[in-house]
């Protein structure tokens, strides 16, 4: 059974102030739990899987005797596979933003816990999510749970507090893409990064009124249809996060972003923390975002 990455369309660092996400399952990557095949040519990628797994387990053994685990755990059988080499084979680029561990918690819980189904009861959405936000910590040192979630039930999903609910934005007038920078970055530290940030009183004023508003507005236009405004909004917040985020975006692609600003052409946000991985973007015009691919040597992938 594999597990799809995921794209958090949006909430990156706005989430951290309670404000509303907006998820999709990214199905052109995934992963899938599977066993090591001694003849294949990535034998050392899947040594390194099985033995992260394996610190899992000691994890997971320790969350159980801590009664920290919410559902029953077979974590005799979790070990058992890991003797017999069991990996994550994954499709997934790492340190990108687009829940590489999300894909391999969601296949852990669902193999090994007593809900082994993909999906749950809606109304048990909000444990669950605390449940994979648990497991997910192992990798980022604190999750929200929300990458796990969108790849176990393989949702789109609108996120505000503990509110959890299907929707299903239209994305299609708006040719939405990734940029790949071809840098891999690491969470935890882009979000202490910005942590420390907030500590200054005016920047942190910044990000409660200004970019709160913005994103909570994209979302709600969007899934309303109301694409006048999700357009003059998305642009709002591309510049915003240009000026508030400038250590966040290489400086390579910065020119490249105020570029769509500027002509209205296309207009660039963070995929996830920044720092690297994928830049998401979104385009009313096809021909124009075709222009760019030719006019540019930059990985375009479409959503």
Request: aromatic content about 12%.
């Amino acid at each position: 059974m594999s597990f799809n990455a995921k794209i958090l369309l949006f909430g990156e660092y706005a989430v951290l102030y309670q404000s509303d996400a907006l998820l999709i399952p990214f199905e052109k990557f995934s992963g899938k739990l599977d066993f090591i095949d001694k003849h294949s040519n990535n034998l050392q990628q899947q040594i390194q899987s099985n033995k992260l797994l394996h610190q899992l387990s000691l994890y997971l053994e320790k969350a159980k005797m801590d009664s920290r685990l919410f559902y029953s755990f077979n974590l005799t059988q979790l070990k058992t596979d890991i003797k017999h080499g069991l990996f994550f084979n994954s499709k997934i680029p790492e340190g990108y933003g687009i829940g590489s561990s999300g894909a391999l918690v969601a296949a852990i819980f669902s193999k090994y816990s007593e809900k082994r189904q993909k999906g749950a009861v809606k109304d048990q959405w909000i444990i669950l999510k605390d449940q994979l936000a648990l497991i997910e910590s192992f990798f980022h040192g604190k999750s929200s749970g929300l990458d796990p979630l969108v790849s176990f039930l393989d949702q789109r999903l609108l996120v505000q507090g503990n509110n959890i609910q299907p929707v299903n934005p239209d994305l299609s007038s708006f040719y939405p893409f990734l940029i790949d920078t071809s840098k891999t970055r690491t969470t935890q530290e882009y979000v202490q990064l910005f942590r420390h940030k907030c500590k200054m009183p005016t920047y942190e004023k910044n990000i409660k009124t200004r970019l709160l508003d913005l994103n909570n507005r994209c979302i709600h236009s969007l899934l309303q249809g109301d694409h006048p405004t999700f357009c003059s909004t998305l642009k709002q917040l591309s510049l915003f996060q240009y000026e508030a985020f400038e250590e966040m975006i290489i400086p390579e692609f910065k020119s490249i972003w105020k570029q769509g600003i500027d002509s209205d052409t296309y207009y660039l946000k963070l995929c996830g923390a920044g720092g690297g991985g994928y830049l998401l973007g979104f385009s009313r015009n096809k021909s124009q975002l075709d222009q760019l691919h030719k006019d540019t040597s930059l990985t375009i992938i479409r959503l």
